[in-house]
Every structure is written in structure tokens, then in C-alpha cells.
């Protein structure tokens, strides 16, 4: 039997397609953007042709693209270039660090950093303005904490965004200030926004600028699609992310998810407008609470180091439940930012409640972080078909002992339940949350099978580890689920969507560490290779 040459034969001895939990021998022969068979070297050497490109490894392992089920790609973007405070130690050192980056930067009008983690830092203190001002008296800038949920800016930013002593908090947001009543420094929440505002005040060539250096990291690290999600600190970029694909840039699959925010007239133009195979609107995105480390995060019982708080909700818990059931009517799935115990609660509510309104259809709705919960939801997840859409290096990133003497002993059992949720037949779907957390699937991965704490040595919750191979589908057919693309991606099979990643060692033959050191070899999407370190061999 003759068959139409391939574009590309792909071969190697550890092909990892998904649809089992081992990788092995194999070949795939690509025709345009699709997988148009796989099977033995030998079995599809009759689609090799004058003009097919062979691709042929080894030991290297071949894999579905990986595909990010949460992060943000503007926000992303400018931490690409920006200051990351993750590894001081203490707020001198931060602001050693932003002095050094601020003095190699003297074009930047705004001072932008990441990642800083007062939990790390000697006197686990939260940081002032006045540290910033002696380093950058004229200069604004803007600090985001590593969760991203409060940022520590100086006077000058303060000044252009109008932050006075008279300045009241917003609506779910604190101004925090000292004894004087100045502000000093600190905005939790939505008192963020005035700062975010100026400081995020990018040019369309700026952005256009900013999204180009995000793709080629994307490309870089193997993720072949992303899912964008609504953020506190948005940046509009729509006509960006549209511009790149009409002019065949476009290197990722892009989901995107504006907010959930009761105008559906707009969220109904937006997905109209965009539902192409490589930008979509996927469905609406909100928050619920904040962090732990912050006491924003809505707990069902006070905190344990705080028990005048347990949080609060981002909205009322009627207006939440409300602009689900009305956009779970029209067809959309829904996302919802919920960390505390109390949030993923509601969440679960609000779903159930678009349920009994609505009928039950597949809508695929889910719940993003999904840190502290209590046992009792923990099935809800399976029964409501709500997605798990976790990122495991979250456990690692906040010091353990502090998130813990947040919470308390009683609900610290009961937290980033990745295996237990599983095994109650959740759908898992994995994320970096970039650029609250790098952009390296790998780490994801390496932290969902080990379970590693902040302290680098000790497993938190061993028992909630899971297999590498459980935790490659949750970056890969995991989040292709949680789009309604199963039926094109997330998996390497004959009549799929020519997306794959190989990386330059089998990742089944080795150590977990070994998860960490290894690095992507090529990048395919659409079935055309947008970025390679390895040398092409014809045969």
C-alpha cells in the first residue's frame, strides 16, 4: 500500500505518547500540521520520501508538547526583564539587588521586580518605602511580592499614582501604613491597581516588543500552549497576540480567559472574535481570594496566627454565584482563583448552583491553586466535573514553617492534595502561574513526584506524591481536557496536532534530580519545528 510522502519522519527509542505510562520505541510520520501515523520505524519507512525530513534519536524522550494550563503572559513578559528579589534574604539584600538592576537600567522610567519573600528574609518583617527611597528617591517603583497578591513600592510611585495619608482602601485592598498614618510602602490586593496602572503603561511596539521574548522563552522550554489568564495586574494585548498570528509569528497555542465579571455582552464578543486553532477565548477567569501568606485568602476558620481574620471573598458570595450561573448559561467555562479553604468552597457552590439553575452539561469549569481544603469538598471536584488546575512548585516557593503557622496543624493535613484529589477522580491539569513562578515545566513536574519543600531536602505530604507519568499528563492531555482539545492534542496519535517537545534525556531511566538538568532539544508546533538545539540528519 503507497502513502503520501511525509513532511517529517520523528523517530526515537523512548517515545512517550501519553497513551500509557511508559515511553517506547517509535515513529511518527507528519504531514502538514498533523501526526499522520505512528508506529515502527520499519511500518512507516513508506512515508519517507524524496523530500521528508528525518528526525531520528536515541535515548532522548519525545513527548507531547507541554502545555500551560495557568499563567499570564504580559505579566510574564516584563518580568522577563526585570529584577527577581526570590533569592535575598533579607530586605537589605533586596535592595542591594534592586540598586544593582536599577543602576544597569537607567532607561527603564519604572523600577519592576518579582518574586520577594519577607517569609525568607531574617526578620520576616514586611519591607518599607523608606528602604527604596534611599536607593531611588526620583525614580518609581513597584515590587511584587512572590505571590504576586501585595507589592512594596517607594515614595515617588506612591506620588504618581496619588496614594495619600487621605487615600481609603478599595474595595477588597489595604493601603497599609505606619503609626503616622502614612502610607508606608505596602498594597495588598486591589490597592495595587493605581501603581499597576502607571507603572504597566506600555506602547503597542513595547508590548508587541515584550510578547516576542515571551514566545522564545515559551519556545525554548517546550511549551507548545499556554492558557491566559485574567490577573490583578492585567495588560492588554489582544491586538498584539492577534497581530503575531496574522503575520504567522505565532510560535504557541494561545487560550485566553478575560474576566468573569458579570458583562457577558463583551465576554460573548470576545470569544466571537477570537476561536481560531491557535487564539481563542476559552471561556472567563476570577478571583475568589488571595494568598495564604498575605491573610488574604478566604479560610472557612480564622487564621491560626490571626484569629481576628479568615480572609475575605474578592466579590460578594452572591454576585459570584450569580455571574456563574448567567455564564454558565451562555456556555462558558468558568475559572476561579481559590487557595483558602473557604473559596474553593464557595467555588464549588457556585458551580453546583449553575447546575440546578442550568442543567448539568460539560462545561469543564475549574478551580485554580486549590491549596487548603477541607476533606469534605475534596469528592465535589469528581461529582461537579470541576478541573484541578494546580501548580505544584507552589508547595516549594513559600517558606513551609511559615505557611504553616498560618493555617494550623488541623488544616496543614489537608494541603496541595495533589495525589489524594486524583485519586478521587478529579481531572488534574498543571501550570506555572508565570510569572508568580518561573516558566519551566520541568520544575512542575519534578516537584509534583517528589513533594520537596522550601527547604530543598524534606517531602511535604510524601503520600500525596505522584508518578511521572501522572504528573506528564497533567501538562499535557491534562489541560488539552480542561480546553476541549483532547480530541487534537495532549496526546501523540495519528490524527492530532503535530505539537511535541523533545527533551535531551529519558526522564523514566533516571533520578528525579535528573527531571531538573534536562533540557528541551526541539520544539514542534503545528508540525513545523520553532526551535531546535539538535542537528537535523536526513536519511
Given at each position: 500500500?503507497?502513502?503520501?510522502?511525509?513532511?517529517?519522519?520523528?523517530?526515537?527509542?523512548?517515545?512517550?505518547?501519553?497513551?500509557?505510562?511508559?515511553?517506547?520505541?517509535?515513529?511518527?510520520?507528519?504531514?502538514?500540521?498533523?501526526?499522520?501515523?505512528?508506529?515502527?520505524?520499519?511500518?512507516?519507512?513508506?512515508?519517507?520520501?524524496?523530500?521528508?525530513?528525518?528526525?531520528?534519536?536515541?535515548?532522548?524522550?519525545?513527548?507531547?508538547?507541554?502545555?500551560?494550563?495557568?499563567?499570564?503572559?504580559?505579566?510574564?513578559?516584563?518580568?522577563?526583564?526585570?529584577?527577581?528579589?526570590?533569592?535575598?534574604?533579607?530586605?537589605?539584600?533586596?535592595?542591594?539587588?534592586?540598586?544593582?538592576?536599577?543602576?544597569?537600567?537607567?532607561?527603564?522610567?519604572?523600577?519592576?521586580?518579582?518574586?520577594?519573600?519577607?517569609?525568607?528574609?531574617?526578620?520576616?518583617?514586611?519591607?518599607?518605602?523608606?528602604?527604596?527611597?534611599?536607593?531611588?528617591?526620583?525614580?518609581?517603583?513597584?515590587?511584587?511580592?512572590?505571590?504576586?497578591?501585595?507589592?512594596?513600592?517607594?515614595?515617588?510611585?506612591?506620588?504618581?499614582?496619588?496614594?495619600?495619608?487621605?487615600?481609603?482602601?478599595?474595595?477588597?485592598?489595604?493601603?497599609?501604613?505606619?503609626?503616622?498614618?502614612e502610607p508606608n510602602g505596602i498594597l495588598f490586593e486591589k490597592a495595587m491597581g493605581p501603581v499597576v496602572r502607571h507603572a504597566f503603561d506600555f506602547s503597542h511596539s513595547r508590548k508587541k516588543e515584550m510578547f516576542s521574548r515571551f514566545l522564545a522563552?515559551?519556545?525554548?522550554?517546550?511549551?507548545?500552549?499556554?492558557?491566559?489568564?485574567?490577573?490583578?495586574?492585567?495588560?492588554?494585548?489582544?491586538?498584539?497576540?492577534?497581530?503575531?498570528?496574522?503575520?504567522?509569528?505565532?510560535?504557541?497555542?494561545?487560550?485566553?480567559?478575560?474576566?468573569?465579571?458579570?458583562?457577558?455582552?463583551?465576554?460573548?464578543?470576545?470569544?466571537?472574535?477570537?476561536?481560531?486553532?491557535?487564539?481563542?477565548?476559552?471561556?472567563?477567569?476570577?478571583?475568589?481570594?488571595?494568598?495564604?501568606?498575605?491573610?488574604?485568602?478566604?479560610?472557612?476558620?480564622?487564621?491560626?496566627?490571626?484569629?481576628?481574620?479568615?480572609?475575605?471573598?474578592?466579590?460578594?458570595?452572591?454576585?459570584?454565584?450569580?455571574?456563574?450561573?448567567?455564564?454558565?448559561?451562555?456556555?462558558?467555562?468558568?475559572?476561579?482563583?481559590?487557595?483558602?479553604?473557604?473559596?474553593?468552597?464557595?467555588?464549588?457552590?457556585?458551580?453546583?448552583?449553575?447546575?440546578?439553575?442550568?442543567?448539568?452539561?460539560?462545561?469543564?469549569?475549574?478551580?485554580?491553586?486549590?491549596?487548603?481544603?477541607?476533606?469534605?469538598?475534596?469528592?465535589?471536584?469528581?461529582?461537579?466535573?470541576?478541573?484541578?488546575?494546580?501548580?505544584?512548585?507552589?508547595?516549594?516557593?513559600?517558606?513551609?514553617?511559615?505557611y504553616t503557622d498560618r493555617i494550623g496543624a488541623a488544616r496543614e493535613k489537608y494541603v496541595f492534595p495533589i495525589r489524594t484529589l486524583q485519586q478521587a477522580g478529579a481531572?488534574?491539569?498543571?501550570?506555572?502561574?508565570?510569572?508568580?513562578?518561573?516558566?519551566?515545566?520541568?520544575?512542575?513536574?519534578?516537584?509534583?513526584?517528589?513533594?520537596?519543600?522550601?527547604?530543598?531536602?524534606?517531602?511535604?505530604?510524601?503520600?500525596?506524591?505522584?508518578?511521572?507519568?501522572?504528573?506528564?499528563?497533567?501538562?499535557?492531555?491534562?489541560?488539552?481536557?480542561?480546553?476541549?482539545?483532547?480530541?487534537?492534542?495532549?496526546?501523540?496519535?495519528?490524527?492530532?496536532?503535530?505539537?511535541?517537545?523533545?527533551?535531551?534525556?529519558?526522564?523514566?531511566?533516571?533520578?528525579?534530580?535528573?527531571?531538573?538538568?534536562?533540557?528541551?532539544?526541539?520544539?514542534?508546533?503545528?508540525?513545523?519545528?520553532?526551535?531546535?538545539?539538535?542537528?537535523?540528519?536526513?536519511?
Amino acid at each position: 500500500m503507497s502513502h503520501q510522502a511525509a513532511d517529517i519522519l520523528i523517530s526515537g527509542k523512548a517515545v512517550f505518547t501519553g497513551l500509557s505510562d511508559r515511553p517506547a520505541p517509535a515513529c511518527m510520520a507528519i504531514r502538514a500540521n498533523r501526526i499522520v501515523a505512528v508506529g515502527s520505524e520499519e511500518e512507516l519507512q513508506c512515508y519517507a520520501g524524496e523530500h521528508t525530513k528525518v528526525y531520528s534519536f536515541q535515548d532522548q524522550l519525545i513527548l507531547p508538547g507541554f502545555h500551560d494550563f495557568h499563567l499570564h503572559i504580559m505579566q510574564g513578559a516584563v518580568a522577563l526583564t526585570s529584577v527577581n528579589l526570590f533569592a535575598a534574604r533579607s530586605e537589605e539584600e533586596a535592595v542591594e539587588m534592586i540598586r544593582q538592576f536599577a543602576d544597569a537600567n537607567r532607561e527603564n522610567p519604572w523600577i519592576i521586580g518579582f518574586m520577594w519573600d519577607a517569609g525568607y528574609w531574617d526578620t520576616r518583617q514586611l519591607p518599607t518605602r523608606h528602604s527604596l527611597d534611599r536607593i531611588l528617591p526620583d525614580r518609581p517603583a513597584i515590587l511584587f511580592h512572590a505571590e504576586g497578591h501585595h507589592a512594596w513600592v517607594n515614595t515617588k510611585a506612591l506620588e504618581i499614582a496619588g496614594i495619600t495619608r487621605e487615600t481609603e482602601n478599595p474595595p477588597y485592598g489595604v493601603i497599609r501604613k505606619d503609626e503616622k498614618g502614612e502610607p508606608n510602602g505596602i498594597l495588598f490586593e486591589k490597592a495595587m491597581g493605581p501603581v499597576v496602572r502607571h507603572a504597566f503603561d506600555f506602547s503597542h511596539s513595547r508590548k508587541k516588543e515584550m510578547f516576542s521574548r515571551f514566545l522564545a522563552h515559551a519556545k525554548s522550554l517546550g511549551v507548545t500552549s499556554v492558557h491566559d489568564l485574567h490577573g490583578l495586574k492585567t495588560i492588554d494585548a489582544y491586538d498584539v497576540f492577534e497581530e503575531c498570528e496574522a503575520s504567522g509569528k505565532l510560535t504557541a497555542r494561545l487560550h485566553l480567559w478575560p474576566a468573569l465579571d458579570g458583562d457577558l455582552e463583551r465576554a460573548k464578543q470576545l470569544r466571537a472574535r477570537y476561536r481560531s486553532d491557535r487564539l481563542r477565548v476559552s471561556g472567563l477567569k476570577q478571583f475568589i481570594d488571595g494568598v495564604i501568606t498575605a491573610r488574604t485568602a478566604y479560610m472557612l476558620e480564622p487564621y491560626a496566627d490571626d484569629p481576628d481574620t479568615r480572609g475575605e471573598t474578592s466579590f460578594p458570595p452572591e454576585t459570584i454565584k450569580k455571574w456563574v450561573v448567567d455564564a454558565d448559561k451562555e456556555g462558558f467555562s468558568i475559572r476561579f482563583h481559590a487557595i483558602g479553604d473557604g473559596a474553593i468552597r464557595l467555588a464549588l457552590d457556585a458551580f453546583e448552583e449553575a447546575q440546578r439553575s442550568n442543567g448539568k452539561r460539560e462545561l469543564r469549569h475549574s478551580i485554580e491553586h486549590v491549596e487548603v481544603i477541607h476533606p469534605d469538598d475534596i469528592p465535589r471536584f469528581s461529582e461537579l466535573g470541576v478541573t484541578a488546575s494546580m501548580q505544584p512548585d507552589h508547595l516549594a516557593m513559600s517558606e513551609r514553617g511559615g505557611y504553616t503557622d498560618r493555617i494550623g496543624a488541623a488544616r496543614e493535613k489537608y494541603v496541595f492534595p495533589i495525589r489524594t484529589l486524583q485519586q478521587a477522580g478529579a481531572k488534574l491539569a498543571f501550570g506555572t502561574d508565570f510569572p508568580i513562578d518561573v516558566l519551566h515545566p520541568l520544575l512542575q513536574i519534578y516537584r509534583a513526584v517528589t513533594r520537596i519543600d522550601s527547604s530543598g531536602k524534606t517531602a511535604w505530604h510524601p503520600h500525596e506524591r505522584i508518578s511521572l507519568a501522572d504528573a506528564l499528563k497533567a501538562y499535557t492531555s491534562g489541560p488539552a481536557y480542561g480546553a476541549f482539545r483532547e480530541h487534537e492534542l495532549g496526546t501523540l496519535e495519528a490524527g492530532k496536532l503535530a505539537d511535541l517537545v523533545v527533551l535531551d534525556r529519558n526522564l523514566f531511566d533516571g533520578s528525579a534530580d535528573e527531571i531538573l538538568e534536562a533540557k528541551v532539544q526541539l520544539t514542534m508546533v503545528d508540525g513545523s519545528v520553532v526551535y531546535e538545539k539538535v542537528s537535523l540528519r536526513d536519511e
